[in-house]
């Protein structure tokens, strides 16, 4: 079974430019998550998906940050326009149970992102 | 608030010594604990959970950890380190929807 794959593994922008991030969750599972870890400090939590809707955005920073899963499969994480402090290691997760803090959370190898 | 504190960003063994890596959370009710291991160009791989029942778990890889609740510690233990367990190890408690992380230990293995 195939885990959970993000693309691309690393991004290199410029201060103001678009990037968006790809994540492909373990096939069947409901709930994908999105995280985020600044250098150095710990991976914290932006958003859950259920399906194809936002059941917690609780974490996105600011409105630079757009997420979205159509059709309830795959996401995208889209930042526009970048800027220096959205670097960092974006992590995606997905559970198959109910979303909830017993679930397990399976995690991709993340995507670094780097704004100059 | 609930959060969790790892207060060892950095250590260091000789392969075949013991291991313990600290976590201590703060949580309002029962909490529901876990470590995760990062190997260098890997994602984020679950090694022990703890939800109820027996304080003392077991996970993958030969790792242990002993939920206590009078020092609101989870720390994760290994009887004898091997060069593939260098990594970044990150516990994290459950709540609600999500997981709230530590900042991460990173072990170094020496020969």
């Known amino acids: 079974e195939a885990g959970v794959t993000q693309f691309p593994s690393h991004s290199v922008i410029e201060k103001g430019q678009t990037v968006t991030l790809r994540c492909d969750p373990i096939s069947g599972h409901d709930n994908l998550y999105w995280y985020r870890r600044v250098m150095g400090k710990e991976i914290k939590f932006l958003l859950h998906f259920v399906k194809e809707s936002k059941q917690d955005e609780s974490g996105m920073p600011n409105n630079r940050f757009l997420a979205e899963r159509t059709g309830g499969t795959y996401s995208t994480l889209k930042v526009q326009p970048a800027e220096l402090e959205d670097s960092g290691v974006y992590f995606c997760?997905?559970?198959?149970?109910?979303?909830?803090?017993?679930?397990?959370?399976?995690f991709g190898p993340g995507t670094r992102l780097t704004v100059l | 608030a609930q959060s969790v504190t790892q207060p060892d960003i950095h250590i260091t063994v000789s392969e075949g010594a013991s291991l313990e890596l600290r976590c201590n959370y703060s949580y309002g009710a029962t909490p529901y604990l876990f470590w995760y291991v990062q190997s260098p160009g890997q994602g984020l791989q679950l090694l022990l959970k703890?939800?109820?029942?027996?304080?003392l778990v077991q996970g993958i890889k030969g790792f242990e950890a002993e939920f206590k609740r009078s020092q609101s510690s989870f720390n994760l233990r290994k009887p004898s380190v091997h060069w593939s367990d260098a990594a970044e190890y990150f516990c994290a408690v459950g709540y609600t929807d999500k997981l709230i992380f530590g900042t991460g230990t990173r072990l170094q293995v020496f020969p």
């Open positions: 703890y939800f109820s029942g027996d304080t």
């Open positions: 997760a997905s559970s198959q149970n109910s979303g909830g803090n017993t679930d397990t959370q399976y």
